[in-house]
């Protein structure tokens, strides 16, 4: 059974920076495909950044130049290093993975940015 593990999540000042970390388990495959999303509050969840395991990334535009993505495609993990963090990136956070035919999602972080 293929599961997505993240972890990293806390409370984090206006500013200031956090790491997050996602481990695929349970596939001898590499995903095609890794990123990150994230959920507000009575908002629906929207992608924050993905990358192919050929290294091609995409991110939104709400995040450029402050977050960067990156993967250890040998583990199947991938990162979301998270700089100039701001209150409206506060957020639930999910791990999704492409692989085959096949989309799998962790069961999520959270990230508070408040003083």
């Known amino acids: 059974q293929v599961t997505l593990v993240e972890s990293g999540g806390g409370l984090v000042q206006p500013g200031g920076s956090l790491r997050l970390s996602c481990a695929g388990f349970g596939s001898a495959e590499r995903f095609y495909r890794m990123g990150w999303y994230r959920q507000a509050p009575e908002k629906s969840r929207e992608l924050v950044a993905k990358?192919?395991?050929?290294?091609?990334?995409n991110y939104a535009d709400s995040v450029k130049g402050r977050f960067t993505i990156s993967r250890d495609n040998a583990r199947n993990n991938v990162y979301l290093h998270m700089n100039d963090v701001k209150p409206e990136d506060t957020a639930v956070y999910y791990c999704?993975?492409?692989?085959?035919?096949?989309?799998?999602w962790g069961q999520g972080t959270q990230v508070t940015v408040s003083a």
């Open positions: 999704n993975g492409e692989l085959g035919i096949y989309t799998y």
């Open positions: 990358m192919t395991r050929g290294g091609t990334e």
